[in-house]
């Protein structure tokens, strides 16, 4: 029988605050919250930001602090000034007689002469330097940015304060904080969970889509000698792609088990929980720590953005609002899905979970915050350019719903259903999505299907935005909230919505009123995800049917235990407290370390070995 990957534990950090608790979620419906959960947030924020709390309850002004420096914002010059940021601009010098001569260092000199140079020694290591002809140079500059708003992470919060990060670029430096964020939320000690699987049984599915393109990644790889400085050593190796899961798995969990990361643009996170979730429900996996890591807010990644027309620039969006007669652009409404808008608002985000299968969660006694039973993705085919869309999304939601009405049946679909759609507030995607979606709807006899659309807060964090999308939609079950389009005014007259149900104000649910959310994923190149998730109720309904009443009772029993270490975890990290797992030079193993027979591996600080003896699926296929 096919397990059931569930969600244990959850955490990450974007322009909204920390991920786990639903605290992230709750910054984005903070203005529909009680003040109880409101305050809570608010002292999650102040925690990751810095912000002095030694007088207890928060200042008014400390609060509109928190509300102004989170979300989509003008970009700050914590990370680049948008105003200043640096080019070299290609001159053509001559001089006036045709003849020009400086003075410089011997030791400056290139490597090769030019041979229309004249060099002549002055001592004391300086050399001049006759140019008969013109000589094309470079000279160090700066402009002001096209694009002047983004979905930056709360402002204050630095990843690489909270561990030695050892010049790492900036996505590793949220990749430890982000998995370290989701481990803490499980109230379950990692050694536990490791001694209670075989060590082949965990699996780490993680990337980012676009690597590390920083100065401490491939930007600098790319850049260095360019500029005249060296490459590091570490450049190449920390700029792979692969490098989120490659550090959660050496430096965070120890992991020796399946390492798996994959890329799929915009679709990445899903790319990765796809994988995940096969091998879960195949029995390969007992344990699945996915995530993505992605740091764009780069100048050099914004202009290759702006370049291909893709990003709301600010001359687009004070012509969206021209009739306003505004001096500079709305920052805050930079990215409005499904309405009028220019292009998408870029963000930078990491967002990891923990899957179990049903029956180590009930063994173990972990929360359940929901269920993924199924992850498709299907490419465009024939493609009239790269970054055009196609029919490969038609397929994946189609295939999500059909697979969740077979679970629950076709009045939960029609009923108590929600989407998050991809929703890049791009003039393309308002049209081609919606059509998608309310077609599909049409088909399933959805006749007002409830659409949440995030990056109306959050900006597009690229690989990571999927993920944003799925601890949303967590966040929409704890708080009976589904999060309005709050940047819009109006929808779009080219916006296919006679099926849907876009609007600006939150949606106030009934507990347990959803059964399900559908996640959907529109990835550059044709890179198309969407995947059913299934509400905690229902995933718990699911599981008490598996098992029984008596095993079920049992394991309420045990989540006490983890739903009180979880709170402590939560409560630490709102009273300043944030901090990251980082193992480096920790419990190393080499050859000495592992115990090799015929039947099993047994490698030091674990309980179980790596079986070696497993009955084969194509046992009897050969024949003479």
Known sequence: MSQLPVIVGFGGINPAGRSSFHHGYRR??????????????????????????????????????????????????????????????????AGSGGELSFVTRARQLPDVIPEQWSVTDLGDGKVKVTMADACDVLMPSHRRIDVSTAGQLPSGFDPSKLYASRNHPRGLQMAIYGASDALGSMGIDWQTVMDAVHPDQIGVYASSAMAQLDDNGMGGLLMSRADGRRVSSKNLALGLADMPGDFVSAYVLGNVGTTAPSLGACATFFYNMRLAVNDIKAGNTRVAVVGVAEAGLDPRIIDGYTTMGALATDDGLLKLDAAKGLSEPDYRRSSRPFSSNCGFTISESAQFIVLFDDSLALELGAQIHSSVPDVFVNADGFKKSISGPGIGNYLTIAKTLAAAESILGSDSIRQRSFVQAHGTSTPQNRVTESHILNETAKVFGIEKWP????????????????????????????????????????????????????????????????????????????????????????????????????????????????????????????????????????????????????????LRGWKAGVELTKASPYAGWMKD
């Open 28 to 93: 984005m419906v903070i203005d529909a919250l009680d003040s109880a959960r409101a305050d809570r947030t608010y002292r999650s924020l102040a925690s990751v930001m810095g912000l002095d709390m030694s007088r207890g309850e928060l200042t008014p002004e400390q609060r509109e602090y928190i509300l102004e420096h989170t979300l989509i914002r003008r970009i700050e010059d914590g990370l680049f000034d948008i105003e200043k940021v640096p080019f070299n601009k290609r001159m053509s010098i």
């Open 451 to 602: 659409v949440g659309a995030i990056k109306a807060y959050l900006g597009h964090s690229i690989g990571a935005a999927s993920g944003d999308q799925l601890i949303a939609s967590l966040g929409v079950w704890n708080e009976n909230i589904l999060a309005g389009i709050a940047t819009i005014d109006h929808i779009a007259e080219d916006v296919h919505d006679s099926n849907l149900q876009l609007q600006a104000e939150h949606m106030h649910l009934e507990p347990g009123a959803m059964d399900l959310a559908v996640l959907n994923s529109k990835g550059f190149g044709g890179n198309n995800a969407s995947a059913a998730v299934l509400s905690p109720t229902v995933s718990e309904k699911m599981l008490r049917g598996r098992h029984g009443n008596a095993a079920w009772t049992a394991y309420l029993d045990k989540r006490e235990a983890a739903v009180e270490k979880a709170q402590a975890y939560d409560d630490k990290a709102c009273s300043g407290d944030i901090s990251a797992i980082y193992h480096f030079d920790h419990n190393v193993m080499n050859g000495d370390d592992v115990e090799m027979s015929r039947e099993a591996i047994r």
